[in-house]
């Protein structure tokens, strides 16, 4: 089929490839200048994902700019000027005779693209499916010929393919739905904070100040990108649980992404009591049989014996892989979710 396509089609076509591959961002931000070029013969080239924790662009790709206008560009008043000409309210691609303002007026294009010898360029806010606003791809020539009407035209057809490329949440989006069963979920940033994760709803145990949140964030970043565990949660019949699932995020741009966390039901408890997922909590953390002992004002040969419970539901021949199972099974409470840790 490929070999077939010309002209806007064959963009298209190499586009939507890139947007897709498995590459990690900066990989794929690089593999879109060759399409990206076939539109627009561009000397100069910047893509920057907003970061709304500082108020800035994160620059993904940037070649072709001074040190001043690299500068200017990463810095908050490029974000003022995009919200002068609307960049980050529409997805039209734009150029400077399309400016919805005097060029004289818009200080990034007067004070320092055309003194370094930029005559055109394109512009494209980035705007992802479900609506949201990631950052801005621009390039920059230095001839007022390109770009052509045709070429902004295709820029701005193949925006959010563009976008998809950039989303940081897209892979995180991806492993979720993976999750069977997942109802509920949030992506908490490095800071603290949490966002929506597409496609999932939030839930109350999933707020700012929750110490699931806290424990959650702990698991992945001392230990595998992957893990589970249980959680208290109170259901119509009385005790109950929810299962989280925390998957660590990769340091990709824009760098403020920790984890997602996602819940669902708890599925199979193997019979298990909520105590002593409680007890299984403690010994996973490595907790002593003897602190054990003392946490729950129980003899050490009372714990001993739940231990023994507890190996014979999960099905291990013995405490070792009774442990190695409940941590990777998910079937332990930590010792925070009941006020021990």
């Known amino acids: ?34 399409p990206l070029r076939r539109m627009v013969p561009f000397t100069a080239h910047w893509f920057g994902l907003l970061d709304p924790g500082s108020g ?6 940037s070649h072709g700019y001074d040190e001043q206008v690299s500068r200017y560009m990463a810095g908050p008043a490029m974000v003022q000027d995009i919200e002068l000409i609307g960049m980050n309210r529409s997805a039209r691609a734009m150029c400077v005779r399309r400016l919805p303002v005097p060029p004289s007026e818009l200080p ?26 990631l950052g801005l791809l621009s390039v920059h020539t230095d001839t007022a010929a390109h770009p052509t009407d ?16 950039f989303d940081p949440l ?15 979920g949030a992506v ?3 800071d603290g904070d949490i966002e929506p994760l597409p496609g999932l709803h939030l839930h109350p145990l999933l707020r700012r100040d929750s110490p ?8 992945v970043t001392r230990g595998p990108s992957l893990v589970m565990f249980l959680w208290p949660y109170p259901t119509d019949d ?23 966390v996602a819940l669902s039901e708890p599925g199979d408890l193997r019979g298990l009591t909520g105590a002593e997922l409680d007890l299984l909590g403690l010994l996973v953390e490595g907790w002593s049989t003897d602190r054990v002992a003392v946490a729950f004002r129980v003899t050490r040969a009372t714990v001993l014996h739940r231990v023994e419970q507890i190996r014979c539901k999960i099905g291990a021949p013995d405490r070792a892989l009774t442990l190695m199972r409940a941590l990777t099974t998910g079937l332990f409470v930590p010792s925070r979710a009941v006020g021990r840790g």
């Not at 064959?10 to 897709?20: K, L, N, Q």
């Not at 699931?212 to 698991?219: D, E, I, S, T």
């Not at 990709?252 to 920790?258: D, F, I, K």
């Open 1 to 34: 089929m490929a070999d077939v396509l010309t002209g806007a089609d064959r963009i298209a076509f190499d586009v939507y490839g890139i947007a897709d591959s498995p590459a990690n961002m900066q990989d794929r931000a690089e593999a879109l200048l060759e």
């Open 212 to 219: 699931l949140l806290a424990v959650a964030v702990q698991q």
């Open 56 to 61: 800035k662009f994160l620059p993904i790709t």
């Open 238 to 260: 009385g005790p109950g649980h929810v299962r989280v699932t925390v998957l660590g995020l990769a340091a990709e741009p824009p760098h403020r992404l920790s984890a997602v």
């Open 108 to 133: 990034v294009w007067a004070e320092y693209l055309c003194p370094a010898g930029f005559r055109e360029g394109a512009g494209l806010g980035l705007f992802t499916s479900d609506g949201r606003y």
């Open 188 to 190: 908490v940033t490095r």
């Open 150 to 165: 045709p070429a902004l035209n295709l820029l701005e057809a193949l925006g959010p393919v563009f976008a998809r490329a």
């Open 170 to 184: 897209r892979g995180v989006a991806a492993a979720a739905r993976l999750l069977a069963g997942a109802h509920a």
